[in-house]
């Protein structure tokens, strides 16, 4: 499964923010996005959230960019 993600990094917590009216997932970091902190805090979320490991959660594009292609496997 690829799920688009608006992440937004320095939040005060981690959490899911709602939806976006093109169905990308909006997710709040409490990471900076600093060394890839934010990437790996978000797929540690992701992973919990579709209760998958997180090796299996990779982000595919948007590495460095605040809109992100994420693929879960299952």
Do not use: Q, W
Request: glycine share 10%.
């Amino acid at each position: 499964m690829t799920v688009r993600v608006k992440v937004i990094p320095r939040s005060v917590r981690t959490e899911a923010a709602g939806e976006l009216a093109d169905g990308t997932l909006k997710v709040k970091i409490a990471a900076p996005p600093e060394k890839g902190k934010a990437n790996e805090e978000l797929c540690r979320f992701l992973a919990g959230r579709y209760g998958v490991a997180r090796s299996a959660v990779t982000i595919v594009s948007g590495h460095t960019s605040g809109l992100k292609l994420v693929r879960i496997e299952r």
